[in-house]
């Protein structure tokens, strides 16, 4: 019977268009489907390449240029000086104090991440996974601002942080901190120290994810074949996993990295009066009005990681991918 | 003498699903054993508990007279081929088949060496620069063969490495692992659902259903005196002849099992056997399978190609030899 029914269908083998402009762009971008591909990629293109690319390059330019110190104008003429001033030591030492929060910022994102990382890729299920994404989420749901704000309170001298460590008799141990120079000053939220913490408390989960997304294309059964032949849970880290998360840590770490390289707020809010690259930038081309230096100082972050780039990939960092 | 892997009422339950229930096997050194069954029979949990991936919940499994609970995989002297290989993707095919040396502290001369020449006992040698990604199914289990062999291991571990192999590929694989064996005197365990392979392979087969073991003998033990229907329906599948039909030719009310090329067609009305009708023929090269319906009872007979047969739908007549019915262990 039912082959009956099937024999019965009176619809032709091959079925007429849709008809209408509709139906006749379907068959066409059907039979060509670079055109479409085209045509969903010009405007993004478009916007890369002149409002992105474009300014950018403007920005290369401004940094070729100088400024007159004594009529503050700027002169539209090719001259290197303006990057000769970033060697000069306040400028350098700008630069350094930058380069090393950023690497600093992004191992102990890294580090912090990892665990983080492997147990969701590895262990959390269902409800579990959904959980862990709300959670590194969530923080990104709020403003960049308030975080920083709520930071400043709880790392003041009269705040939470101070309290619950007095409570714990452990108070010594912040305050010897404090007296160490450099990392040290007098309450966590005007000394590095701070600075960093609230660093890699606002970039991790931009090191958290591209790590989870790493572990979790790593076949469980690697694990289990290198404990297999021998490797004791040490070694199959250092040998298999690391280097099968290694892409995603160096993504995490462009994140992490460059993010620092970039932030004027954090170390302004928090921190010491010492400048990161981000203020120098502001400052430059706010108040002193010296865009080319402005413009030069935000080279070298481009450049910085120009050369990570470069040294991750030597390194084989892209070599699992 | 000291079994290669022993399991004394070994049990594994996931919650409340019990993996592997109360295993009793002895392994001898030496041998190739083969666990058979389908899946989710327990097969491959009973070699995670060998490999140390799983531990038991109850009852105690020895290695070489050695207990094994609580030894992480690690510390085992067992090597795994995986069902889908597991190669490193990050390392070169030397580097693969050196790990396990690697991690052990051999020297990088010495290692590539080993490796090296692992690599030419699986017929793959000079391919140690490539990356896993580079080479064919089959070459990439002979890589996994390597990098398990390259340890020397006391029990060598195979998960169905066959399983993703075309068949030509595949009879070839089993000629070599069988050879690879006898040659190298390591005791194999293999896991296959095939059963083909299990008895064209294996010096005994051990036949899982249920986290049980049904049957454990040689390859023609296991074919010729199946002891339980399942056995009997899973290795080749015979026919298996409920009581009433074997009282009849046996005079034991039992349940039977008949393997298919016992079975003899004749033509309808001829001397004394059993009447049956021809459902369906199957041709498969160099046999023919046909389904028969005797009185509501479902029989299949192999016959070689090339015999005269009736045609779909005729009556025939089936004889077999009184021998060759084999009565099992299950009472009716």
């Known amino acids: 019977m039912t082959i009956a029914v099937l024999n019965s269908n009176p619809a032709p083998a ?36 002149i409002v992105y690319i474009g300014s950018l390059f403007a920005l290369l330019l401004q940094s070729f240029f100088s400024i007159d110190e004594f009529s503050g104008l700027i002169n539209r003429e090719f001259t290197l000086k303006t990057y000769g001033d970033l060697l000069q030591a306040a400028n350098l030492d700008i630069i350094l104090r930058t380069v090393t929060m950023a690497a600093l910022v992004t191992l102990a994102s890294a580090v912090i991440a990892f665990p983080i990382a492997y147990y969701a890729a590895r262990y959390a299920r269902g409800r579990w996974k959904a959980l862990f994404y709300l959670g590194i989420m969530l923080p990104l749901w709020s403003s960049y601002l308030v975080k920083i704000y709520a930071w400043k309170l709880i790392l ?35 000394s590095s120290t701070g600075t960093f913490i609230v660093f890699v408390y606002v970039w991790l989960p931009f090191m958290i994810l591209p790590v989870q997304a790493a572990l979790e294309r790593v076949p469980g059964n690697l694990v289990e074949a290198s404990s297999d032949l021998g490797a004791s849970p040490g070694q199959t880290f250092r040998n298999v996993l690391f280097p099968l998360a290694l892409p995603g840590i160096v993504a995490g770490s462009i994140f992490t990295f460059s993010l620092t390289l970039g932030d004027y707020i954090i170390p302004q809010i928090i921190g010491t009066s010492r400048l990161f690259i981000g203020q120098a930038v502001y400052s430059q081309q706010g108040t002193a009005g010296n865009i080319p230096l402005a413009a030069a100082f935000t080279v070298v972050p481009i450049v910085i990681m120009g050369f990570y780039l470069w040294g991750a990939k030597r390194m084989g960092a892209f070599d699992a991918l | 003498m000291t079994p290669a892997v022993s399991f004394a009422k070994v049990s594994r339950h996931f919650g409340s699903v019990r993996a592997v229930d109360m295993v009793d096997l002895d392994i001898v050194p030496g041998e190739f054993f083969a666990m058979l ?32 609970e609580g030894v992480p995989p690690y510390r085992r002297n067992v090597n795994t081929v995986f069902q889908d290989y597991a190669l490193f993707p990050h390392l070169n095919v030397l580097d693969n088949v050196a790990y396990g040396l690697m991690v052990k502290g051999v020297g990088k001369a010495e290692r590539h060496k080993a490796a090296e020449e692992a690599l030419s006992l699986v017929r793959l040698p ?75 392979m294996a010096d005994r087969v051990a036949v899982f259903n249920d986290g049980k073991v049904m049957q454990i003998g040689t390859p023609e033990d296991i074919y010729q005196r ?72 479902r029989l299949h007979a192999i016959v070689p190609a090339g015999a005269k047969l009736p045609r779909e739908g005729e009556a025939v007549m089936l004889t077999f030899n009184r021998e060759h019915l084999h009565l099992m262990d299950e009472p009716g």
Not at chain 2, 127 to 142: I, K, T, W
Request: hydrophobic content about 45%.
């Open chain 1, 14 to 49: 091959i079925l007429p268009g849709s008809g209408g402009m509709r139906g006749a762009l379907s068959d066409v971008f059907w039979r060509k489907p670079k055109l479409l591909l085209l045509l969903m990629l010009l405007p993004p293109v478009l916007w890369l390449g």
């Open chain 1, 156 to 190: 003041a001298k009269e705040g939470i942080l101070t309290w619950l460590l007095a409570k714990l008799h452990l108070l010594w141990l912040v305050d010897g901190w404090l007296l160490l120079p450099i990392v040290g000053g007098n309450s966590l939220s005007v």
């Open chain 2, 37 to 68: 069954g389908p899946s989710g029979s327990g097969k491959t949990t009973c070699l995670r508990l060998i490999a140390g991936f799983e531990q038991p919940t109850s009852g105690s499994i020895s290695i070489f007279g050695e207990r094994a």
């Open chain 2, 126 to 200: 000079g391919y140690g620069a490539r990356r896993p990604g580079q080479l064919s199914g089959g070459q990439r289990q002979r890589v996994a063969l390597a990098r398990a062999l390259v340890n020397q291991p006391k029990v060598l571990l195979l998960d169905e490495p066959l399983g993703a192999l075309d068949l030509k590929l595949r009879e070839n694989m089993q000629e070599e692992l069988k050879s690879l064996q006898k040659a190298l005197g390591i005791t194999f365990v293999f896991v296959t659902h095939d059963q083909g392979e299990a008895l064209s």
């Open chain 2, 226 to 297: 199946p002891k339980t229907r399942f056995v009997a329906d899973f290795v080749g599948s015979s026919n298996v002849l409920p009581p009433d039909f074997v009282q009849r030719y046996s005079g034991q009310h039992r349940w039977g099992s008949l393997r298919p090329e016992s079975i003899r067609i004749g033509r309808a009305a001829k001397g004394d056997g059993v009447a049956a009708r021809l459902v369906s023929t199957n041709y498969l090269g160099a046999t023919t399978r046909l389904a028969l319906d005797a009185d509501g009872l």
